[in-house]
């Protein structure tokens, strides 16, 4: 019974995925665009300059307890599942706490996971930004003059093509199979 439930909800899954790949070119106020943060280095990072690849955006901040860990190594397994062809693919960690996560520390976290992952953090007001236009939330929770807050954040990852759209939105849970999938298909347009 628990094998055919689990059968049940990787199909819904896969069918759900299928239904939200947002066709390239979508109508005006369509998700997503180019925005510009700063990166790890210290250098201005448009979504632009990466324009050619397939980029994997993913919103998060450094001291996340699990979801950002989690999904930062599934894209270390993606990367190495991809081999050669990760070269093509270019994962961006966009952080959502900007008082805490400073170029330098986003450089040892991402560094920590891949060496490939560019990190990129930017003023309070640039990051709402670019949470709009990825239609992304983000609450915080605690004592923000501590260091301990938490913050709770959209967990999608957002897969751009090789012309800066959104070429599918992968979502929390989704299997990984689904998600390599969706990025080789990417990759191969
Ligand atoms: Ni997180």
């Not at 819904?12 to 943060?37: N, R, T």
């Not at 989690?70 to 093509?88: A, F, G, H, K, P």
């Amino acid at each position: 019974m628990r094998k055919t439930s689990a059968l049940i909800s990787t199909f819904f899954s896969l069918v759900i995925m299928s239904l939200i790949a947002i066709p390239a070119h979508a109508s005006s106020g369509k998700l997503g665009g180019d925005f510009e943060l700063t990166a790890h280095t210290g250098e201005s990072f448009k979504l632009s300059d990466i324009q050619g690849k397939v980029g994997v955006i993913f919103f998060g901040f450094t001291h996340c307890p699990d979801v950002c860990p989690n999904t930062l190594l599934e894209i270390q397994r993606l990367m190495v599942s991809l081999n050669d062809q990760s070269e093509q693919l270019q994962v961006l960690f966009i952080s959502v706490d900007p008082k805490r996560d400073t170029p330098d520390k986003l450089e040892s976290y991402v560094n920590y996971f891949n060496k490939n992952i560019i990190g990129l953090t930017g003023t309070e007001e640039q990051i709402a930004k670019v949470l709009e236009q990825y239609n992304g939330t983000v609450s915080f929770s605690g004592d923000t003059d501590s260091d301990t807050y938490n913050v709770d954040h959209v967990a999608n990852m957002y897969l751009i093509n090789k012309q800066g759209d959104i070429g599918s939105i992968i979502l929390p849970r989704t299997p990984f199979a689904v998600l390599e999938q969706q990025v080789r298909k990417l990759i191969n347009q």
